[in-house]
């Protein structure tokens, strides 16, 4: 089957950096998507990555290495708002969406 | 403001009701989804559709219908509601030409359904 592992729960202080890491075990691979959900809201788009390495985008950064099945999210300088829960997405051989539990990031003063 | 806009936001409904929730794009996306989301686990695809006049079905299908007569509406239907159908539903399009999902995903802000 397919599977997608993320933490269910972080806490991080504000200021300070957080990895958020999503492993994964799907039919194929055509790319893999973070997204941010507010509690509440809807989810919002955050990086794709499709090959090996670093995206970097402001604050974000997604880490991806297809060998080892595994992504990663790093949020830096972390703010108040960045509380929320992150998605991680796997897009696979048949180009379906295949959606991790999310990880709830809660930031404390 | 362009996105999508779902309707109703909110809706307690009695089991055996029908239900439709309704979906809005004005991005001219060609491919649209219907997610639920419930707690624990990761958003499920109940139906999709890939362009005007097709539809397909995703991971949960059971007991939910879509059509898809525009690009701009992509409306769910549940014939009738079973207490399992409690969940929040999303609403998703992306400007995908080739009808795989490798494209940004745009949401709805969600309906959540409550079936007693």
């Known amino acids: 089957g397919q599977n997608i592992d993320q933490p269910t729960e972080m806490t991080a202080t504000e200021g300070a950096i957080v990895q958020i890491n999503c492993t994964y075990q799907?039919?194929?691979?055509?790319?893999l998507f973070w997204y941010q959900q507010h509690a509440g809201e809807a989810p919002t788009f955050l990086s794709y990555?499709?090959l090996d390495g670093l995206e970097e985008k402001g604050r974000f950064s997604s880490f991806l290495s297809r060998s080892k099945g595994y992504s990663y999210l790093l949020l830096k300088e972390l703010q108040m708002k960045d509380s929320a829960s992150y998605l991680c997405?796997?897009?696979?051989?048949?180009?379906?969406?295949?959606w991790g539990a999310g990880t709830k990031l809660i930031i404390k003063p | 403001i362009a996105g999508i806009t779902q309707a109703p936001t909110s809706q307690i409904l009695a089991a055996g009701r029908r239900m439709t929730l309704r979906c809005t794009q004005d991005m001219r996306h060609n491919a649209m989804y219907w997610y639920r989301q419930d707690l624990g686990l990761g958003l499920r695809l109940i139906h999709y559709s890939n362009t005007a006049g097709t539809t397909g079905k995703g991971e949960v299908p059971d007991g939910y219908s879509v059509s898809r007569a525009n690009t701009d509406d992509f409306p769910l239907t549940l014939a009738s509601a079973v207490p399992s159908q409690t969940s929040v539903y999303f609403c998703?399009?992306?400007?995908?030409?080739?009808?795989?999902?490798?494209?940004?995903?745009?949401f709805g802000e969600g309906s959540r359904l409550t079936v007693l």
């Open positions: 998703a399009s992306s400007d995908s030409t080739s009808g795989s999902d490798t494209g940004e995903l745009f």
């Open positions: 990555n499709v």
């Open positions: 997405a796997v897009v696979d051989s048949n180009y379906q969406l295949i």
């Open positions: 799907t039919s194929g691979f055509n790319g």
